[in-house]
C-alpha cells in the first residue's frame, strides 16, 4: 500500500486531506501529517511530524529524516507575522466604524468560483488512485458561483461594522488591487480558427 506526505496538516486544506487518508486506512498505509503543531488526534496509521518550512534547507532535511512516501500533498501557506487584519475588523467594531472592502471595485464585483476543502480533499484522493490523471492540470470547483458585493456585507454584519455606501471612493490607505497577466496565448486560441475567431482571443488578465 501506498503511503501519503501532507504539509501544512493543520490548515484549511491539509487537514481534510489528512482527514480522509484517516478514513481509509485500507487504501494507505502511512500518512505523515507535517506541521509545526499537531492540533489533534489521529488514527494509528497517520503519524504527525514536525517540520517548520521557513527554516533553512538543512534543518528540513533534518526534520524530515525516516519520513518516506510515494505521494505528497502540498497544502502549506506560510501565514504572516502580523495580526493586522484581524486588529482592524475588531477596532473597526469597537468603534462602530465602517468596514472598507481591502481589494478594487473590479473584484468586489465580479463573480467567482469557490472550492469546499473537503470536496479538494476528495479530489486529491481520487485524482492520486485514478491513472488517467496522470500529468494532468486540474481546477476543482464547488460548480457555484459568488460576490463579494454579497459576502463582504454579511461579513461586515457579522463583526458589528458596516460596509460605506461609497466605499471606493473613500481617501483610504489601502492595496486598491493588482492586474497580473495570464499566458500570452490562452488555451482558446487553438480551437479560435474553428470557431471563426482567429485573431480574436485576447491574453487575459486577473485583476483583484
Not at 500518512?31 to 492540533?39: E, G, I, P, V
Not at 533534518?62 to 507575522?81: P, R, T
Not at 493588482?178 to 485573431?199: C, F, I, K, Y
Request: net charge negative.
Amino acid at each position: 500500500m501506498p503511503s501519503a506526505i501532507v504539509t501544512g496538516a493543520t490548515g484549511i486544506l491539509g487537514r481534510e486531506i489528512v482527514a480522509a487518508f484517516g478514513k481509509d486506512p485500507g487504501t494507505w498505509q502511512t500518512t505523515h501529517a507535517l506541521s509545526r503543531s499537531q492540533k489533534e488526534s489521529y488514527p494509528p496509521h497517520v503519524k504527525h511530524d514536525f517540520i517548520d518550512l521557513t527554516g533553512d534547507a538543512k534543518a528540513m532535511a533534518k526534520q524530515l529524516q525516516g519520513i518516506e512516501a510515494e505521494y505528497v500533498f502540498f497544502a502549506a501557506y506560510l501565514q504572516k507575522d502580523s495580526e493586522q487584519e484581524n486588529w482592524d475588523v475588531n477596532v473597526s467594531k469597537e468603534l462602530g466604524g465602517q468596514l472598507v472592502f481591502p481589494g478594487s471595485e473590479t473584484f468586489y464585483t465580479c463573480f467567482d468560483c469557490f472550492t469546499y476543502s473537503r470536496l479538494h480533499a476528495q479530489f486529491n484522493l481520487w485524482a492520486t488512485m485514478e491513472p488517467r490523471c496522470s500529468n494532468q492540470a486540474f481546477n476543482v470547483v464547488n460548480g457555484d458561483a459568488e460576490s463579494w458585493q454579497n459576502m463582504w456585507p454579511k461579513m461586515a454584519k457579522r463583526f458589528g461594522c458596516k460596509v460605506p455606501a461609497n466605499q471606493f471612493d473613500l481617501p483610504v490607505d489601502r492595496d486598491t488591487g493588482s492586474v497580473t497577466d495570464l499566458a500570452p496565448e490562452p488555451p482558446m486560441a487553438e480551437a479560435a480558427a474553428e470557431r471563426g475567431l482567429q485573431g480574436k482571443v485576447a491574453p487575459g488578465k486577473v485583476e483583484q
